[in-house]
């Protein structure tokens, strides 16, 4: 069983940056993690994905070009670094991952993320943007 919490959230002013931290108990269980968010009446949206241990990443359009995402293998942790936040981005944000199948690991890595092809989730972490 692979344990996920997720740090940072908070609430921030539209333009300010914030970065979200998933700490996970043991990388080697898993070779993908996700970052989702859902707002308020709406389902979650996967944002963003990234292949463990080898770097390759998707980010949504929704956020391209102002997150990041990114693996501390020592800290055993992912990141989600976002800049020029947006009151749609307020939501709550969620890391899952897993082991996934090379063909799955390729979809989503090209952007088809869903919920269901994860097995561990976090609790869940929420992040405001308003002035």
């Known amino acids: 069983q692979v344990q996920l919490a997720e740090l940072g959230g908070g609430k921030v002013q539209p333009g300010r940056s914030l970065r979200l931290e998933c700490a996970v108990s043991?990388?080697?269980?898993?070779?993908?993690l996700a970052w989702f968010r859902q707002s308020p009446g709406n389902g979650r949206e996967g944002i963003a994905a990234?292949?463990?241990?080898?770097?390759?990443?998707f980010l949504a359009d929704s956020v391209k070009g102002r997150f990041t995402i990114s693996e501390d293998s020592a800290k055993k942790s992912v990141y989600l670094q976002m800049n020029s936040l947006k009151s749609e981005d307020t939501a709550l944000y969620y890391c899952?991952?897993?082991?996934?199948?090379?063909?799955?690991?390729?979809?989503?890595?090209?952007?088809?993320?869903?919920?269901?092809?994860?097995?561990?989730w976090g609790q869940g972490t929420p992040v405001a943007v308003s002035s």
């Open positions: 990234i292949h463990i241990g080898r770097g390759l990443s």
């Open positions: 043991d990388l080697s269980q898993i070779n993908c």
């Open positions: 899952a991952a897993a082991k996934l199948p090379q063909e799955v690991l390729f979809e989503v890595l090209v952007g088809t993320l869903y919920e269901n092809s994860f097995q561990f």
